[in-house]
């Protein structure tokens, strides 16, 4: 898993509320478990004037040119700025694969689905809290300034706004080393790999009958 410490990119503002995980990266599209090929259609219903479907050329497909992602001014965004109760609806890793894959390092809303909130600390995209009337801020600068940029600090916890004022935000201890240093559960499980390697070996010896009918 990519590890998360900085970020300093564009931000783009999805002024909506109760975004849910269909909307994120639509059911069809949930075919494959490989992590990647899921960027091209993220929000795909509202990026495109057709309807998607798996394995199509997305590059040949009309652009909603409204829609807040096809905006030149947001193109390379790295940070999203959303609101309340992103991430709600059904459970499914895909849509922070699909964040994550467009480009974005981190979300920021005033609160999110707990399910899609916890999928993305397991798969190294960083879901900020921010109080209502401090996104409010950022959403109002972001939309006034063109090529309005965020760094997001997650050793520090800091959203810094560029006229170097931050917002602080608070992440759990063992979710933030885990960011800060890579690590998805079987990152973690392969940091005790030796341990479990001379578990292993000692059930072995003590019980070979089990083994040999596992053969």
């Known amino acids: 898993m990519q590890a998360f410490t900085v970020v300093t990119g564009v931000a783009a503002p999805l002024d909506r509320a109760n975004v849910d995980t269909d909307q994120i990266i639509p059911k069809q599209f949930l075919k494959s478990i490989k992590r990647s090929g899921f960027g091209v259609n993220l929000f795909d219903e509202w990026r495109y004037l057709d309807e998607g479907y798996p394995g199509q050329d997305c590059s040949k497909r009309a652009l909603n040119t409204e829609f807040v992602l096809n905006q030149p001014r947001y193109q ?51 879901p900020v809290i921010l109080p209502e009337d401090q996104v409010d801020i950022l959403f109002k600068e972001c939309e006034a300034t063109e090529g309005y940029q965020l760094t997001v600090d997650l050793e520090k916890l800091q959203v810094i706004r560029p006229n170097g004022e931050a917002f602080s935000f608070s992440v759990d201890n063992f979710r933030r080393h885990c960011l800060l240093n890579g690590l998805d559960d079987i990152g973690l499980t392969l940091q005790v790999a030796d341990d479990i390697h001379a578990f292993e070996a000692k059930a072995r010896a003590a019980r070979p009958w089990v083994f040999n009918a596992l053969r």
């Open 76 to 126: 390379g965004a790295k940070v999203l700025l959303a609101r309340q109760n992103f991430g709600c609806g059904s459970s499914r890793e895909h849509a922070p694969w699909a964040l994550d894959e467009y480009g974005f390092r981190a979300v920021i809303a005033s609160s999110f689905a707990d399910i899609f909130f916890n999928n993305c600390f397991k798969n190294g995209l960083l």
